[in-house]
């Protein structure tokens, strides 16, 4: 009897085991979908984690973030044209601004739920030092085609195919890119054979399960398994490796001559996510770190120091004519 007992009590062990298991793959594949693929209903995107209360993370975690697909709410005040390039992801709307004698072109990548319309600042900084600029819209964002975003994977084709289109046209080409942007940058070079003649990179997150597990930390939840539920999904989902995507492994495969931004109160990238992409980069390498600053554009707080990195750096890089 104890015996038999035994096993119906293992069993009923197994089969809630596998329920709950089960159930946990499901709330993680719904919740991949969600990160993943934008939506065409209007509203606001739900909030980065650290600004949610307690009510609003229970409220995330039970159905999913709220992902409009970014709109470009500003538009450029110096004279630009709209091009449409074409990638493997679909149709990719630019914004160009040349000036007159250029030294070379910025090609300008913005981070996850954003759009090109954030870069107008960075964009107008560049034309002042002499470059002509062309801001895109990583598909899925913007004016571009598409509503899927892998954060970084395969945006990589996306910049692929704007900075082989500008060399293409002649003259040096800098690459400015933040956050997911970032990623994709050094997933281009290390994978994709792009070679820019430098790279300006602000804050790449260290690796896609990195970041996921970011996101649990900040909903004061247990990152395993969860986390890694959700990077498998988020790559099955999408027909890639998600473990793979990983900006330090790609970053020891990156010679280009890159400036690397972060900010030291940053919740998302770590510093030692940071200390091992920059230590990793195989080529010329500069770091700038800004004190007090978040996950955000460095100009708002430390603009001096901001416009004085960029300006020093890119004839060291090489980047101008």
Same mark, same amino acid.
């Given at each position: 009897?104890?015996?038999?007992?035994?096993?119906?009590?293992?069993?009923?062990?197994?089969?809630?085991?596998?329920?709950? #298991?089960?159930?946990?793959?499901?709330?993680?594949?719904?919740?991949?979908?969600? #990160?993943?693929?934008?939506?065409?209903?209007?509203?606001?995107?739900?909030?980065?984690?650290?600004?949610?209360?307690?009510?609003?993370?229970?409220?995330?975690?039970?159905?999913?973030?709220?992902?409009?697909?970014?709109?470009?709410?500003?538009?450029?005040?110096?004279?630009?044209?709209?091009?449409?390039?074409?990638?493997?992801?679909?149709?990719?709307?630019?914004?160009?601004?040349?000036?007159?004698?250029?030294?070379?072109?910025?090609?300008?990548?913005?981070?996850?739920?954003? =759009?090109?319309?954030?870069?107008?600042?960075?964009? %107008?900084?560049?034309?002042?030092?002499?470059?002509?600029?062309?801001?895109? +819209?990583?598909?899925?964002?913007?004016?571009?085609?598409?509503?899927?975003?892998?954060?970084?994977?395969?945006?990589?084709?996306?910049?692929?195919?704007?900075? =082989? !289109?500008?060399?293409?046209?002649?003259?040096?080409?800098?690459?400015?890119?933040?956050?997911?942007?970032?990623?994709?940058?050094?997933?281009?070079?290390?994978?994709?054979?792009?070679?820019?003649?430098?790279?300006?990179?602000?804050?790449?997150?260290?690796?896609?399960?990195?970041?996921? *597990? %970011?996101?649990?930390?900040?909903?004061?939840?247990?990152?395993?398994?969860?986390?890694?539920?959700?990077?498998? !999904?988020?790559?099955?989902?999408?027909?890639?490796?998600?473990?793979?995507?990983?900006?330090?492994?790609?970053?020891?495969?990156?010679?280009?001559?890159?400036?690397?931004? !972060?900010?030291?109160? +940053?919740?998302?990238?770590?510093?030692?996510?940071? +200390?091992?992409?920059?230590?990793?980069?195989?080529?010329?390498?500069?770091?700038? +770190?800004?004190?007090?600053?978040?996950?955000?554009?460095?100009?708002?707080?430390?603009?001096?120091?901001?416009?004085?990195?960029?300006?020093? #750096?890119?004839?060291?890089? %090489?980047?101008? *004519?």
């Amino acid at each position: 009897m104890a015996a038999k007992k035994r096993y119906r009590y293992g069993r009923r062990t197994l089969v809630l085991a596998a329920v709950v #298991f089960a159930g946990l793959n499901v709330v993680a594949a719904f919740h991949a979908w969600r #990160f993943t693929h934008f939506t065409t209903e209007a509203g606001p995107h739900t909030n980065n984690p650290e600004q949610l209360t307690a009510g609003q993370k229970l409220w995330v975690l039970l159905t999913g973030i709220q992902n409009p697909k970014p709109v470009n709410q500003q538009r450029p005040d110096f004279p630009y044209a709209t091009l449409h390039l074409p990638s493997p992801n679909g149709r990719l709307e630019c914004w160009y601004g040349p000036v007159a004698r250029p030294r070379g072109t910025v090609a300008l990548f913005h981070g996850y739920t954003s =759009s090109k319309g954030k870069l107008l600042t960075e964009a %107008g900084y560049f034309r002042r030092l002499g470059y002509n600029v062309l801001l895109t +819209d990583f598909a899925g964002n913007g004016g571009s085609e598409g509503n899927v975003c892998t954060v970084g994977r395969h945006e990589a084709a996306d910049v692929a195919a704007v900075v =082989s !289109w500008l060399q293409r046209r002649g003259g040096p080409v800098v690459v400015y890119a933040n956050s997911m942007g970032a990623v994709a940058t050094l997933r281009a070079e290390a994978e994709l054979g792009v070679r820019p003649a430098a790279n300006v990179l602000e804050c790449p997150y260290g690796s896609m399960l990195q970041t996921a *597990q %970011g996101r649990f930390r900040f909903m004061h939840v247990p990152s395993f398994p969860m986390a890694n539920l959700l990077v498998f !999904w988020g790559g099955v989902e999408n027909n890639f490796q998600a473990f793979d995507l990983d900006a330090t492994r790609y970053a020891a495969r990156v010679r280009t001559p890159t400036l690397l931004l !972060w900010g030291t109160a +940053d919740p998302r990238v770590t510093r030692q996510e940071t +200390d091992a992409i920059f230590a990793a980069l195989a080529g010329p390498r500069q770091r700038q +770190d800004f004190v007090g600053s978040g996950h955000e554009p460095y100009w708002r707080r430390h603009r001096a120091l901001w416009e004085q990195t960029i300006r020093h #750096f890119l004839p060291r890089a %090489g980047a101008a *004519q």
